[in-house]
């Protein structure tokens, strides 16, 4: 069963960088379609950024676009998405998700999702 699980959320000031992690178990990934969502309260949940495991170009929200960086390490099965520059308006619990869908951006497309992990922007 696939499990993905999500980790290096925290706390950080405006400006500031923070790297999260999902790591990826119970299945071949090399055909998925990786991606990263974020909801914050109140509002509807949010594409950030997407790839293909086996290569492919990677894909990025406007608001994110030239400070996130989405990326994957085969041997650990973990997907990454590094946060710079980041703002208060990025304060959200963000999530991992699998599927094959290609082009996904949007939550229905995906097949699997992390239970979250928040992050926190103060200004």
């Known amino acids: 069963q696939v499990q993905l699980v999500e980790s290096g959320g925290g706390l950080v000031q405006a400006g500031g960088s923070l790297k999260l992690s999902c790591a990826a178990s119970?299945?071949?990934?090399?055909?998925?379609?990786m991606g990263w969502f974020r909801q914050a309260p109140g509002k509807e949940r949010e594409f950030v950024a997407r790839f293909r495991w086996n290569g492919g170009s990677t894909y990025y929200a406007d608001p994110v676009k030239g400070r996130f960086t989405i990326s994957r390490d085969n041997a650990k099965n973990t997907v990454y998405l590094q946060m710079n520059s980041l703002k208060p308006e990025d304060t959200a619990v963000y999530y991992c998700?699998?599927?094959?869908?290609?082009?996904?951006?949007?939550?229905?497309?995906?097949?699997?999702w992390g239970q979250g992990t928040q992050v926190t922007v103060s200004s």
């Open positions: 119970g299945g071949t990934f090399s055909g998925y379609v």
């Open positions: 998700a699998a599927g094959r869908r290609l082009m996904a951006v949007v939550g229905r497309d995906y097949d699997y």
